[in-house]
């Protein structure tokens, strides 16, 4: 059985912006690449949208992926869904497809999240903390999955999961969470899961929520994480490896990566200063810019540079103004410059951080983590969930916020 790998399509991506289609159009490639393959089977880890709740625009160009799986006089195939004892079979006349939610798409117990509406629509088969199964030409394909979760819940998560290996089948996990060893720090509030936390005994652990896709190789333990098919956070690593898809052959498991034929291209460049002057900074920029530009080909590059060191005595950061260079290439690339400069001032580096986050982020989005962290520091800490009551508080349902809160102190013990 072939089977296609892929995630993190982030439909909705850059609305308003100069890459508002681009999210569409990368996974769309990744779908026709997948049929392309003759896949049997896709597996999607996670973070199909960029939003919990998606907007109009972004649920016609998922429905308009999905399509893309339908043919005329298809063979109905069917994918049963486990959980808990409880059992339901799932038709598709199309390859079937089975996902987890990510993080992306996280919304608190009271609400139906994205990826059950599409199961509902019979776009997909939906998996959390549960196991479908599809077979075909006799041979058997498990997959267990487990949506994302808060990074500081994930492992206890997990562990509460405990996925066990079905007999006589080719088994997957499905995860969608951050990984210990890919971050350059250690905290759990931004990983609680290790490479050693990791299922054993299956044939491909998948993790999505990263952007680069890897492969690991590990002892009793075959592990990838997808990638992106969308550059969204521009991180250094994303321009070491293009987007693309895997493809899983189940009976002698092995493992491709096939990039996507018609991908943006992404640059990404680290310029170094000592006690620069704005003139040095600009002619510096612009000749980096020209001369990684040479090699980039017809169609426009994503470029981000990032622009670090000390400025000349006087200089700061509020002086530097490279829109005339950004003004100059902008019809070769598409150009991000982040200035990092030792000079610059505290309230500058917030300002600029502000207007990154409120960029990416909707306030509910930055909110959730400040005080889900802030809570880990009180006696509140694990009083109540805080996922569901952003929800209900997004919702307008104050009624029910005031009564899970007044649950909650009173099982806060008495100092």
Known sequence: MRIAIFSDTHIGFGKGSRRSEEAFDQAKEAFELALKEKVDLILLAGDLFNESIPSQESWVQMFKLFGLLRVENAVQQTVKWEKNGETREFSFACTPVISIAGTHEFRGKDFRNALEVLQEAGCLCFIHAAKAVFEKDGEKVVVHGLSGVPEKKALDALK???PQRVEGACNFVLLHQSIKEFLPFDDDMVASIALADLPQGFDLVIDGHLHWASEENLV?????????????QMKKLEAKKPKGIFIFESKNKDLQFIPLPKQRKFIFEKIEFKEANLEQIR?????????????????KPLVKLKLKGSLVKGLEGKDIDLRSIEEKFKDKALLFIDCNFEELGFKQKLEQLRKTQLGSKSVAAMGFPLLEKNLSETVFNEAFDVKRVFDLLAEGDIDKVVSLLGE????????
């Open 283 to 299: 002619e510096k920029v612009e000749s980096k810019l020209s001369e990684i530009l040479l090699g980039a080909g017809t169609s």
């Open 160 to 162: 509460m999961w405990n």
């Open 220 to 232: 009793e333990r075959n592990f990838i994480v997808t990638g992106s098919t969308v550059i969204t």
């Open 408 to 415: 909650a102190k009173e099982s806060v013990p008495k100092p």
